[in-house]
């Protein structure tokens, strides 16, 4: 491959992790992130999610959920998404801190908010490499089924961007037919950092 991929969402869980672990077993070099404050899990109800530390493993989440309530988090995906992301990395990170990771060809984010947070963040970084970056948004919605459609698009998408000469001159082909053959509609920017 060509190019080093970042999946972003907000939580590193669940539409990142997807994409990361489908990017992974196709050789891809790729690592994940989110943009959020704090990692955020549903919980019993909408008032109490589970919230925790980026850099709490994975493991320690799926046992804390497990304890607390197998059930539940059997039932609504939480546990077996936690074991998928168990087998990809060790925790989940977040964007804003990745700066030791090196830098990356394209990054692939899942919801605008987070597509404008990691193109601000780029912005106010040291431009030392001025290295250019292309930053997509496909918008995933935050659910289990939709995650591994938008991972399979992500994967689609990024193919397509392998096989181009330099995504520098075809970006805009790569995403019209993209856009034309998925009618899904992608946000891009391109950075430097």
């Given at each position: 491959m060509k190019y080093?991929?970042?999946?972003?969402?907000?939580?590193?869980?669940?539409?990142s992790m997807e994409a990361h672990s489908?990017?992974?077993?196709?050789?891809?070099?790729?690592?994940?992130?989110?943009?959020?404050?704090?990692?955020?899990?549903?919980?019993?109800?909408?008032?109490?999610?589970?919230?925790?530390?980026?850099?709490?493993?994975?493991?320690?989440?799926?046992?804390?959920?497990?304890?607390?309530?197998?059930?539940?988090?059997?039932?609504?995906?939480?546990?077996?998404?936690?074991?998928?992301?168990l087998g990809v990395k060790l925790a989940p990170q977040r964007w804003q801190d990745n700066a030791a990771d090196g830098s990356f060809g394209i990054v692939l984010t899942f919801e605008e908010k987070v597509f404008d947070m990691v193109i601000q963040d780029l912005h106010n970084r040291d431009q030392i490499l001025l290295k250019s970056v292309l930053v997509i948004n496909l918008e995933v919605k935050d659910n289990h089924e939709e995650a591994a459609i938008g991972a399979r698009l992500?994967?689609?998408?990024?193919?397509?961007?392998?096989?181009?000469e330099s995504w520098e001159e075809s970006i805009d082909d790569v995403i019209a037919s993209f856009e034309n053959r998925h009618r899904r509609k992608l946000l891009y920017s391109i950075s430097f950092y």
């Open positions: 080093r991929y970042a999946m972003v969402c907000s939580s590193n869980q669940n539409r489908l990017f992974k077993k196709q050789g891809f070099d790729v690592c994940s992130y989110g943009t959020g404050a704090h990692v955020k899990l549903p919980g019993p109800s909408l008032r109490e999610p589970n919230v925790y530390d980026f850099g709490t493993p994975y493991k320690y989440m799926f046992e804390d959920l497990r304890r607390k309530d197998p059930e539940l988090y059997k039932r609504n995906g939480i546990l077996p998404m936690l074991k998928r992301n992500a994967l689609d998408l990024c193919e397509q961007i392998e096989a181009v």
